[in-house]
C-alpha cells in the first residue's frame, strides 16, 4: 500500500490557492505591462526599418542606402573614436578618484564625494551650455584651445567627459572597497614595492569594476544627444543623426536603420557590463579583511591635488552654467540679473515646462516605483510559473541595452500607429510618464531584487503557514523593511526623470513641453542664457529633491529599520 502511495502521490499536483493565482495573474500582468511598453514597440521600430515611406516591404534597402552614403557612415566613426577617447579619459580620471577616497588618508572625503556626485543632478545638456560660454567664439577662455573650436569632436568630449564622470566613478568606488587585506599584507611581507602592488593586487581586483565602469561610459557617451547636438557642429554623431533624420527630414524609416545600428554597440556593452559586474560578484570571499589605508604623505599629497583639480573642474562648469544664466548681457554687460529667468520672453520654454517636468518626474516616481517594486517582489517572491517569472525578469534587464532616442522613437512607430487602441496616449503626459519608467527600469528592478534577496524566505513560509494573504505580509512586513530601497528608486526616477533629454525628445506636444527639452529649444533659438537659467533650474529642483530624500531616509530608517541595528 505504502508503495503504492509512493507512486500515485507524486503524480498528484497541488491545488493551487488563492495566493498563487493572484500572484501568478499579477505576474502576468506586468510581463504584459513590460511586453507592452518595451518589447513590442522595439519589434515594430524593426519592422519599420524594413519598410519605405509608404509602409511598402522593402528588405534591406534603407541599409544599403545608408551604407551607401559616406556622409552617414562617418557618424558611426565619429561616434566610436570620440566615445572611446571620451571613456579613456573618464575611467583615469575616474580610478584615480576612486582610489583617492578609498585607499588613501586624504581629508575632506565626503565632501570630494558629494561634489563628484552633483553632474548627476544636471541635463547633459548643462556641460555643453557652459563650455560655450567658457571656449566658444566669446568665451571667456577661448585662447587656452589654441585656435581649436569647442564645436566638434573638442567639446563633445569634454561635455561627455563632465557629465558621464560620476556613473564610472559609483562603479569603480564599489571595486575598490572590496579590498581583501591580507593581500596588501602577504605583499608587504614579501618585499614588493608599492609600484608592484599596485599593478599585481590593486588593478587584477579591480579589473572587472574597470571592464564595468568603461563599457558603462561608452554605452552612455554613445547614445547622448545632448552634448553632441549643442556644441557637436557639424560633426556627426550617431544621436544626432537619428534626430535630424526624424525631426529635420521627417524620414521615420531611416530614423529607424540609423536607431538599430546605434543599438548594436549599445547591446554589446550591456552584455559585457553584466559579465564584468558577475564576475566582481563572484570574486568576493567571505573570509576577507577589509583594507584599512595608512598614511603616506607623498601619496596622499599627490591623490589630494588629484581629486581637488577635478572638483575644481566640475565646479567650474557648473559654476560657469550658474553666471551665465545671471549675466545680464554676455560677454559686454555682466552685471548679474533674474532677466533670463523670466521665461515668457523666452523663446522654446517656459515656467509651464518647469512645472510639467516636476509633475512628470512625480508621476514617474511614484508609480515607477510602484511597478517596480511590485514587480521584483512578484520574480523574487513568488513560487509558481517559473519560466514566466524567469521571462519577465529578462524583460525588466532590456531597458538597459536600450539609448533613449531608441525607445523614443519605438514609442512614436508603435503608439501613433493606425488603429492601436492605445493612440490616446500619445502626446499626452501619460506617455511621458511611460517612457520615463521604461527606460530606467533596469537599475530600479535590480535595486529592488537586491533589498528583498536580503531579507529572509521564512517571513513568507510562516505568512502561508498561517494562511495570511501574501498581500498583506507584502504590506505590513516586506514594505517597510525595505522602504529605504524603495526610496532611493523614487528618486532615482525622479531625478532621471527631470534630467532626461534622449528619451522624451520625439514625444512630447506643446501642451507638455519639459524642462530638458525648453534647454534644447531655446539653445536651437538662440537663447542661450535662458536655456542655462533652465538648465540651473533643473539642477537645484533635482539637488533639494535629493536633500529631502536624505532627510526622509534618515527620518524612515531610524522608525522602521531599528531590526537592522539587533
Same mark, same amino acid.
Given at each position: 500500500?505504502a ?12 491545488? =493551487?490557492?488563492? !495566493? ?28 519599420k526599418?524594413?519598410? !519605405? ?47 583617492? =577616497?578609498?585607499?588613501?588618508?586624504? /581629508? ?12 548627476? %543632478? ?21 585662447? @587656452? ?17 563632465? @557629465? ?11 571595486? %575598490?572597497?572590496?579590498? !581583501? ?14 609600484? +608592484? ?26 547614445t547622448?544627444?545632448?552634448? /553632441? ?11 544626432? !543623426? ?5 525631426? $529635420? ?5 531611416m ?19 553584466? @559579465? ?27 591623490? =589630494? $591635488? ?23 548681457? @554676455?560677454?559686454?554687460? %555682466?552685471? &548679474?540679473?533674474?532677466?533670463h529667468y ?35 517582489y512578484?520574480?523574487?517572491?513568488? +513560487? ?18 536600450? /539609448? ?21 496616449l ?5 506617455i511621458?510618464? &511611460? ?69 522624451v ?60 541595528q539587533?
Amino acid at each position: 500500500m505504502a508503495d503504492t502511495l509512493a507512486i500515485v502521490l507524486p503524480r498528484v499536483r497541488p491545488r =493551487l490557492g488563492r !495566493d498563487e493565482w493572484l500572484m501568478g495573474g499579477s505576474l502576468l500582468v506586468l510581463a504584459l505591462y513590460l511586453t507592452v511598453t518595451l518589447l513590442i514597440p522595439l519589434v515594430v521600430m524593426l519592422s519599420k526599418s524594413l519598410e !519605405d515611406r509608404h509602409g511598402v516591404f522593402v528588405g534591406l534597402s534603407n541599409f544599403v542606402r545608408y551604407f551607401g552614403n559616406p556622409s552617414l557612415t562617418a557618424a558611426i566613426g565619429n561616434s566610436l573614436w570620440v566615445s572611446a577617447l571620451a571613456t579613456l579619459i573618464v575611467v583615469t580620471l575616474a580610478f584615480g578618484y576612486a582610489y583617492a =577616497l578609498t585607499r588613501s588618508c586624504i /581629508p575632506f572625503k565626503g565632501f570630494f564625494r558629494l561634489l563628484a556626485m552633483v553632474p548627476l %543632478l544636471a541635463p547633459s545638456l548643462l556641460s555643453a551650455i557652459a563650455l560655450i560660454y567658457l571656449f566658444g567664439n566669446q568665451g571667456a577662455l577661448k585662447s @587656452w584651445l589654441f585656435g581649436a573650436s569647442i564645436y566638434g569632436p573638442i567639446g563633445i568630449v569634454m561635455g561627455s567627459v563632465f @557629465w558621464t564622470f560620476p556613473h564610472a566613478l559609483i562603479i569603480l568606488i564599489t571595486a %575598490l572597497s572590496t579590498a !581583501d587585506a591580507r593581500l596588501y599584507e602577504a605583499s608587504e611581507s614579501l618585499g614588493a614595492s608599492a609600484w +608592484r602592488t599596485f599593478t599585481t593586487v590593486t588593478l587584477p581586483g579591480a579589473r572587472y569594476g574597470l571592464i564595468s565602469a568603461t563599457f558603462v561610459t561608452f554605452t552612455l557617451v554613445i547614445t547622448d544627444f545632448g552634448v /553632441p547636438k549643442v556644441v557637436g557642429g557639424q560633426f556627426n554623431m550617431l544621436a544626432t !543623426d537619428i534626430y535630424k533624420q526624424v525631426v $529635420g527630414q521627417q524620414n521615420f524609416q531611416m530614423g529607424a536603420v540609423v536607431s538599430l545600428i546605434l543599438l548594436l554597440p549599445a547591446l554589446l556593452a550591456f552584455f559585457v557590463e553584466r @559579465w564584468a559586474q558577475s564576475k566582481q560578484t563572484s570574486a568576493l570571499s567571505s573570509r576577507a579583511v577589509p583594507y584599512q589605508p595608512k598614511p603616506h604623505a607623498t601619496r596622499d599629497l599627490a591623490l =589630494l $591635488g588629484l581629486v581637488s583639480l577635478v572638483g575644481i573642474l566640475i565646479l567650474g562648469i557648473l559654476g560657469m552654467a550658474a553666471f551665465a544664466s545671471l549675466a545680464k548681457l @554676455w560677454p559686454y554687460n %555682466l552685471t &548679474l540679473t533674474l532677466h533670463h529667468y523670466d521665461f515668457s520672453t523666452a523663446d522654446g520654454g517656459s515656467w509651464a515646462s518647469y512645472f510639467n517636468s516636476i509633475r512628470m518626474a512625480f508621476y514617474t516616481a511614484v508609480f515607477g516605483s510602484v511597478v517596480v517594486f511590485a514587480g521584483a517582489y512578484l520574480v523574487e517572491k513568488s +513560487r509558481v510559473a517559473k519560466a514566466l517569472r524567469t521571462a519577465t525578469h529578462m524583460l525588466a534587464l532590456i531597458p538597459m541595452a536600450v /539609448p533613449g532616442m531608441v525607445l523614443g522613437l519605438a514609442y512614436i512607430f508603435f503608439f501613433n500607429a493606425p488603429g492601436n487602441p492605445l493612440q490616446f496616449l500619445y502626446g499626452s503626459m501619460a506617455i511621458l510618464v &511611460l517612457v520615463s519608467i521604461a527606460h530606467f527600469y533596469t537599475v530600479s528592478h535590480l535595486t529592488a531584487l537586491t533589498a528583498l534577496k536580503q531579507l529572509d524566505p521564512e517571513f513568507e513560509s510562516v505568512s502561508a503557514s498561517l494562511r495570511t494573504p501574501f498581500y498583506r505580509t507584502l504590506w505590513r512586513v516586506t514594505t517597510p523593511m525595505c522602504l529605504p530601497a524603495i526610496l532611493d528608486i523614487a528618486i532615482y526616477f525622479f531625478i532621471n526623470a527631470m534630467t532626461t533629454v534622449s528619451a522624451v525628445v520625439f514625444l512630447y506636444s506643446p501642451a507638455t513641453t519639459l524642462a530638458s527639452v525648453a534647454v534644447l529649444n531655446m539653445d536651437d533659438a538662440g537663447d542661450t542664457a535662458a536655456a542655462a537659467a533652465m538648465a540651473m533650474l533643473i539642477v537645484v529642483t533635482a539637488g533639494g529633491v535629493r536633500l529631502l530624500h536624505a532627510w526622509l531616509s534618515h527620518w524612515l530608517h531610524q522608525r522602521t529599520q531599528a531590526w537592522r541595528q539587533r
